[in-house]
């Protein structure tokens, strides 16, 4: 099938979208046309096998149906934006149900870089700003997904997730003390090992091998043993929020 072919499918699928915006009856039939696209979508986000039986399909139903009633052909063609709005929708559901611990009530700036807000949830994407949009909000999904891990491992060193707000570092110097920490627990099991055992930093070992004074331990001691947790874990987006101490594990 040549380019052109391709485009042609696209557009008239893009021009039957309208019509189904117009025209509840063929909305249904249209709708009816792509249920196993929506399923699939679905199954995509959420990582598991769906089903119309499930709560998934209908909330991935009506985020379709508010698909095709948002539609603007200016703004991109209508399934990257359908599947844009599937994702948000079933987002936003995994958020109610969770409750706080999905939340991602700490803003990540508190680690040691900015993360990027998801695009404002009217916003319409240029064609050609499908792909990087949809990185973006995966991306960001799968962070709320760490998150929400973390705040479990979290809960059995007796502190929550958004705690870090208040323990986290903020001078850089302090940053880099903190690193140092992160760094040389991660390194050595059997401080690691002590650490999950007692659920407590191992302050006075720290102390012997690394310049940083025992206030700090004290001070940022939930950010430190959150890092820790981070950094030897499976974390692959809350990692990037660690510069510092990626840097000093390179080394």
């Known amino acids: ?66 698909a095709i009633q948002t539609f603007l052909p200016d703004k991109g063609h209508f399934l990257p934006f359908a599947e844009l709005v599937i994702r948000r929708r079933l987002y936003d559901e995994f958020k109610k149900k969770a409750g706080r611990d999905w939340e991602l009530t700490v803003n990540p700036a508190f680690f040691e870089a900015d993360l990027e807000d998801i695009e404002g949830e009217g916003r319409l994407y240029p064609a050609h700003d499908f792909k990087d949009a949809q990185q973006k909000f995966q991306s960001e999904f799968n962070g709320k997904l760490e ?57 006075s070992e720290i102390i012997k091998f690394v310049k940083i004074p025992p206030k700090i331990l004290e001070r940022h001691r939930k950010y ?9 874990g499976d974390f692959p987006v809350l990692k990037n929020y660690f510069p510092l101490v990626k840097e000093e594990l390179s080394k």
Not at 166 to 193: E, F, G, N, Q, V
Not at 224 to 232: D, F, G, L, R
Request: aromatic share 8%; charged share 25%; hydrophobic share 45%.
């Open 1 to 66: 099938m040549s380019d052109s072919d391709i485009e042609l499918i696209v557009n008239e699928l893009d021009q039957n979208a309208i019509l189904a915006k117009n025209d509840p009856v063929y909305c249904s039939k249209f709708i009816e046309q792509y249920e196993g696209y929506i399923l699939r979508t679905a199954a995509k986000v959420t990582g598991q096998f769906i089903t119309k039986s499930d709560d998934e399909w209908s909330i991935a139903l009506l985020a379709f149906n508010e």
């Open 147 to 203: 998150i929400r891990e973390m705040a479990k491992i979290l809960e059995n060193y007796g502190f929550r997730f958004a705690d870090l707000a208040a323990d986290s570092p903020k001078a850089m110097k302090t940053k880099r003390a903190c690193a140092l920490a992160i760094a040389h627990i991660s390194r050595h099991p059997d401080l690691l090992d002590q650490l999950r055992r007692q659920k407590r930093l191992p302050a």
């Open 224 to 232: 430190i043993i959150a890092a820790v947790e981070i950094m030897t």
